[in-house]
């Protein structure tokens, strides 16, 4: 009695345990049933970081049409301390070409930023394309860099010195100080275990709980998206009658195309055509059996969207496309699937995966201003 006691109590220890290190949570209800969902973290196979270039572990700071002074004074207005700037600027540090000026702060230099400060000084810095990563950092989707790094090769060192350099864009948490990371590396093992862990990217596991918990025929409806025939529906007919309890991936309900892509990174051969499909050929390919290259042409995705899509507000319909716009211009599109989440590809790179996200994280990564909303399109039947 008291070994069943006690397996009991560890079994439940370890149940807790889990539950605190992979929270999951209940979608908001609605016709595409009861979802349960959880995070996980895509990595790039080793075949695909093998062919990517690394960069040095030398930070390099760059400002553009700017003369020293003009540096300084951005440096005092973003709240950088004296003694920083000061070090920063010392002889033998900066240099000064034509109209640029380049900065190469060493870790020291890093961690006397509190993350109020870096956050105002890197917001600057992303206004220069030479410093591509502020300009494009590491979003750690969810803001949670406990969970983020729970997996990782990182060394304690180096996990430590991440937690150290987050700052914030907008809403979002993220990460830019990759060389200095790199600097903490005693060998091929450690570069590759940095670069795999600021190359990973969060996505959600959905799942449908069943026995079904609401109308069988407007859970149908919402699903087949107005295809009758569509192949995916044999399926999602043959699980409304299942009567014991149990959960289904909601990938089974994706298109034939885009149920193969999810949780994928692209391969090398799909940059044959120029560049890596991107959110619009995700957007605008979703329901096809086969994709349609030209969506890789961005006037031409804009065209199909207008001409064949209708406007829609919320309430969203699974499979509408959502279309991310600032000012009139378009900054990006993905697929709403349920409650809030979406179907997603993050830019056209190949260390972008096919993702499912919540709507809130890919606003973080979009959003430019106040004005940025998002305008839902239905393809017209």
Not at 100 to 116: G, H, I, M, R
Not at 257 to 262: H, K, S, V, W
Not at 271 to 300: A, E, I, M, V
């Amino acid at each position: 009695m008291l070994r069943a006691v006690a397996f009991y109590l560890l079994t439940l220890a370890a149940a807790v345990q889990l539950s605190a290190v992979e929270p999951v949570w209940t979608a908001k209800p609605g016709p595409w049933g009861q979802l349960e969902v959880r995070a996980v973290y895509l990595e790039p196979p080793d075949s695909l970081l093998a062919v990517i270039a690394k960069p040095n572990s030398v930070t390099h700071w760059s400002f553009d049409q700017m003369t020293e002074q003009g540096v300084r004074t951005l440096l005092e207005r973003a709240g950088v301390p004296a003694n920083v700037i000061e070090h920063l600027l010392s002889p033998g540090r900066v240099i000064v070409s034509g109209n640029s000026v380049s900065l190469y702060p060493q870790v020291e230099d890093l961690t006397a930023l509190t993350a109020e400060v870096r956050s105002a000084l890197y917001l600057e810095l992303a206004k220069y394309p030479a410093n591509e990563y502020q300009r494009d950092p590491v979003f750690i989707l969810g803001g949670d860099i406990d969970d983020w790094l729970a997996e990782t090769a990182l060394t304690a060192a180096q996990q430590e010195l991440m937690r150290k350099l987050l700052w914030h864009r907008g809403g979002a948490l993220v990460f830019s100080d990759i060389q200095a990371l790199l600097s903490l590396a005693k060998g091929p093992q450690d570069v590759s275990n940095i670069f795999r862990t600021v190359t990973r990217v969060r996505s959600l596991i959905v799942e449908l709980q069943l026995p079904l918990k609401v109308d069988r025929k407007e859970f149908l409806d919402y699903w087949s998206a107005g295809q009758t025939d569509a192949p995916r529906l044999t399926f999602i007919n043959a699980i409304t009658q299942r009567r014991a309890p149990q959960s289904v991936d909601i990938t089974h309900f994706l298109p034939t195309l885009m149920r193969q892509r999810a949780y994928t990174f692209p391969e090398m051969e799909l940059g044959l055509k120029g560049r890596f499909p991107d959110c619009h050929w995700t957007s605008l390919n979703f329901f096809n059996l086969t994709p349609k290259d030209f969506f890789l042409d961005t006037r031409l995705a804009a065209e199909h969207l207008l001409n064949n899509y209708a406007t829609v507000d919320a309430p969203y319909h699974y499979g509408d496309v959502l279309c991310f716009l600032d000012n009139g211009e378009g900054l990006h599109t993905c697929v709403y699937i349920a409650d809030d989440i979406v179907l997603t590809k993050n830019g056209d790179s190949i260390l972008a995966p096919w993702a499912l996200m919540q709507i809130k994280d890919v606003d973080s990564v979009y959003r430019r201003s106040a004005n940025t909303r998002i305008q839902g399109y239905r393809l017209k039947k």
